[in-house]
T-cell receptor
């Protein structure tokens, strides 16, 4: 079952530029989360934004949430080569189970 | 820091073998998950456990079983490995309840020949 869908599927930028990734979802949510995955590794939780929040910052990360449009964006400012990874959004599955539904991910390449 | 460990980073097994993948977490989390990740298909939930001895099927449970005898350990079992089970397997854990962040292990790359 697909809840979050990311856009674009792939993004290539130069070091120092900003990277923006978008996520759309279908059902009502309690929160939306973003994760990063380096090649061949597990996912790492980056940031969680609650449904009653519109924007959240963490270091060079900025996440926005528009519940009326059922969409979220992740902005990475002043990107670095080390930001090269896949980025996934995730939303809670219906019910109070703790299960998450992950999007397909955006693959970001930051060129030095 | 939460630590989730998986028994192997890489594993090669033959068709028909019984395969055990183990996951251990050290943060007393109630929830544990097994996913497989394939190119173009994203993360798909295989099984989920919200307590010791409790399990729930995910989206793709066929060909798999799980065991959770202790809170910190969640095992994924491939009863009779097949080539279409070649994949990256990811274990995760979280607190019980609604949509808490999940903590992932490093993954096991399983190849079935």
């Amino acid at each position: 079952s697909q809840q979050g869908e990311e856009d674009p599927q792939a993004l290539s930028i130069q070091e120092g530029e900003n990277a923006t990734m978008n996520c759309s979802y279908k059902t009502s949510i309690n929160n939306l989360q973003w994760y990063r995955q380096n090649s061949g590794r597990g996912l790492v939780h980056l940031i969680l934004i609650r449904s009653n929040e519109r924007e959240k910052h963490s270091g060079r990360l900025r996440v926005t949430l528009d519940t009326s449009k059922k969409s979220s964006s992740l902005l990475i400012t002043a990107s670095r080569a080390a930001d090269t990874a896949s980025y996934f959004c995730a939303t809670g599955a219906p019910g109070n189970t703790g299960k998450l539904i992950f999007g397909q991910g955006t693959t970001l390449q930051v060129k030095p | 820091d939460v630590k989730v460990t998986q028994s192997s980073r890489y594993l090669v097994k033959r068709t028909g073998e019984k395969v055990f993948l183990e996951c251990v977490q050290d943060m007393d989390h109630e929830n544990m998950f097994w996913y497989r990740q394939d190119p173009g298909l994203g993360l798909r939930l295989i099984y989920f456990s919200y307590d010791v001895k409790m399990k729930e099927k995910g989206d793709i449970p066929e060909g798999y079983s799980v065991s959770r005898e202790k809170k910190e350990r969640f095992s994924l079992i491939l009863e009779s490995a097949s080539t279409n089970q070649t994949s990256m397997y990811l274990c995760a854990s979280s607190l019980r309840g609604r949509s808490y962040e999940q903590y992932f292990g490093p993954g096991t790359r399983l190849t079935v020949t």
